[in-house]
């Protein structure tokens, strides 16, 4: 196996784990807000909150390795992946998982993979072949089949805000995995909670609930900084860099059925033996996929836009 195998696998493996970290933000993120029935911590909080948290450690993290600063070029990109995934995604989702439990949502946002990937080869212009493309269609077509099954087809203002969430993802992803490739991919994400400080750390000050929560709200809370809004980028952007946008990005479509999955233990959701159906039918899609050519026009080169 060559070293551009190697990294293709290695950056499967990377971004596989990133998606089993990303697939607990659903639950923790319904955990961390409550119902409308029941709410607990407000949605602007646990976005802003957990962006504040995450980016302290990152000034830490880059302060003991020593990371060097960024260059201008990179500014725009750092700051439209702030925009996708430190604003965009966690805000539209946690809104969202007021109206709707983490089951439904996981369906939902299951379209992250395909729009990631569009967007990636737009960007990066990357050819991905007609059976890659084949592959991409028909596991966003299994996840929209699940969701016509559990939902009878309707689509909820709910539903709106998911697609607002995915769409942000995508533009986060692409720009962070742009930078990726000429950074440390722990460094990448350290950066893009660092220039989002001076908005979220004030906001969390300012917005700071009042009111008494659960414990268990603040536990979710808690995943999401750690995890959700940390130490998955370290693996997610690590395997982009490595494997390549379009190709690690399909890995993404089994994140929807692990958050299916982790919803049962952590909130109680009944788990339906359909759901391990479409599970296994996207984990076999993912697999083809896998052996697809991707390729790309022309590599790109530090300063490009």
Partial sequence: MDSTARNEVRGLWLGLLGVVIFAMTLPMTRLAVGPASDPQLPPLFVTAGRAAFAGVLSVIYLWITGAPRVQRRHVAPLLASALGTVVGFPLFLSLALREVDAMHAAVVTGLMPLATAIGAAVYFGQRPSNGFWACAVLGCAFVLCFAAYQGGGRLSPADGLLLLAVLSSAVGYVAGARVASELAAKQVICWVLVLSLPITFPLTLAIWPTQPVRASAWGGFTYLTLFSMWLGFFAWYRGLALGGTVRVSQVQLVQPFLALLF???????????????????????????????????????????
């Fill in 263 to 305: 919803a049962v233990p952590v909130l109680g959701e009944r788990l339906e033996p359909t759901t391990v159906l479409f599970s296994l039918a996207v984990i076999a899609v993912v697999f083809v996929s896998k052996k697809m050519p991707a390729q790309t026009r022309k590599p790109l080169k530090p300063g490009n836009p």
